[in-house]
């Protein structure tokens, strides 16, 4: 499948332009704290940032490592999904502390080989670790940038599972600047969030438009 890509570096230009005016405040970004990354990354599955800042602090504070999340009660824990729900959460960020505490001795691997085996660790959250906690070049891929992607360069996956395609693996990594990465996938994030939305995207205002795919193809009606 070839995909639209002959405007990457323009196209990742206006995108950091476009975020360093438009940017979200969240308090587990540029923290380059691991930690503050895997609990942030757990609870935004499925919940909006802005709904998710408040308990994020609220367990961060309460549970400042992962020995003490290893270590946590389920129950107590619990307490701080009942405003943002999907309960399951609690467990997952029990169970997934307790195998760092146990194989890595409370130290969240920094290694994408090690970090990738940790039951509950999927792509996406392993790459945000990185790039966002170690501040490694890892390029992410969650349902925005799925979003983003297929309509900006046209891709379209032959697999069942498109957040697994390698071929979208290898079209972000390949999408993602080689400085100021860890902007770019902030930005991405604010973009796709903000103007590339899932309903009435904001074409027109877009600054990409020129190089869309999917807004060539409405302007042109083909
Ligand atoms: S032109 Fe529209 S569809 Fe294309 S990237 Fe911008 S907002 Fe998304």
Redesign the pocket.
């Known amino acids: 499948m070839q995909n639209n890509c002959d405007n990457v570096p323009e196209i990742t230009e206006n995108i950091l332009k476009w975020y360093s005016k438009n940017f979200r405040t969240f308090p587990w970004r540029y923290t380059l704290d691991p930690y503050k990354v895997f609990v942030s990354e757990i609870l935004l599955q499925r919940t909006s940032a802005e709904k998710v800042a408040p308990a994020f602090l609220k367990i961060i504070k309460n549970y400042p490592s992962i020995d003490k999340l290893a270590r946590s009660d389920i129950n107590e824990l619990k307490k701080y999904f009942e405003d943002l729900g999907l309960f399951y959460r609690a467990e997952l960020l029990i169970n997934i502390s307790k195998q760092i505490l146990i194989e890595f001795n409370g130290k969240i691997p920094e290694k994408r080989d090690d970090l990738i085996k940790i039951t509950g660790i999927g792509g996406y959250i392993c790459n945000s670790i990185l790039c966002f906690g170690y501040g490694k070049r890892y390029q992410i891929v969650d349902t925005n940038v799925i979003r983003?992607y297929s309509?900006?360069f046209g891709f379209v996956s032959t697999k069942k599972d498109i957040q697994r395609d390698p071929e979208l693996w290898g079209l972000a990594e390949q999408v993602l600047p080689k400085k100021n990465y860890v902007d770019y996938n902030y930005a991405i994030l604010d973009f796709a969030a903000l103007?590339?939305k899932p309903k009435n995207?904001?074409?027109s205002k877009?600054p990409?438009?020129n190089y869309?795919t999917?807004?060539n193809k409405k302007t042109l009606n083909v």
């Open positions: 983003l309509r900006l103007v590339c995207p904001k074409c877009c990409v438009n869309c999917y807004f």
